[in-house]
């Protein structure tokens, strides 16, 4: 399994083992800031995966799923929640602009929006839930 190390250049299409064997891709093109279970910039144990990516960059899904949710959500931002079909969600926050709806099928890598066209909010944040608990997207 390839493991996600911060300084890592995924591309999309970059695969990396979800939890319970499951497939995920690398949402964007960009470095691998912030690996799951490290401390994030407030020093709080991250839940997910940190990228920073070049501002206006396409966001692709990295799992394939129906969207269950697309809008801001609290600090997040502009978020996708995407249900795959072995009921993990894969969340992927921080967009710029969103290009896709609830209730939308979704393909792995298939666009779902841009990043922000600031350098100041090129980051995307990516997480996989079962139920009520994060897993290691890694």
């Given at each position: 399994?390839?493991?996600?190390?911060?300084?890592q250049?995924?591309?999309?299409?970059?695969?990396?083992?979800?939890?319970?064997?499951?497939?995920?891709?690398?949402?964007?093109?960009?470095?691998?800031?912030?690996g799951?279970?490290?401390?994030?910039?407030?020093?709080?144990?991250?839940?997910?995966?940190v990228?920073?990516?070049?501002?206006?960059?396409?966001?692709?899904?990295?799992?394939?799923?129906r969207?269950?949710?697309?809008?801001?959500?609290r600090?997040?931002?502009?978020?996708?929640?995407i249900?795959?079909?072995?009921?993990?969600?894969?969340?992927?926050?921080?967009?710029?602009?969103?290009d896709?709806?609830?209730?939308?099928?979704?393909?792995?890598?298939?666009?779902l929006g841009?990043m922000?066209?600031?350098?100041?909010s090129?980051e995307?944040?990516?997480?996989?839930?079962q139920?009520n608990?994060?897993?290691?997207?890694?």
């Open positions: 399994k390839a493991a996600a190390k911060a300084g250049k995924p591309a999309p299409g970059r695969r990396y083992a979800g939890g319970q064997g499951g497939r995920l891709r690398a949402p964007v093109t960009g470095t691998l800031v912030v799951f279970g490290k401390p994030n910039r407030l020093g709080i144990q991250s839940q997910g995966l990228f920073a990516a070049r501002p206006g960059g396409v966001v692709v899904a990295p799992a394939a799923g969207v269950v949710f697309s809008g801001a959500f600090a997040l931002g502009n978020m996708v929640l249900r795959q079909a072995s009921g993990q969600h894969v969340l992927v926050a921080g967009l710029g602009h969103i896709t709806a609830i209730g939308r099928s979704l393909e792995a890598g298939e666009p841009r922000a066209a600031s350098a100041q090129a995307l944040y990516m997480e996989v839930r139920g608990r994060a897993v290691n997207p890694a």
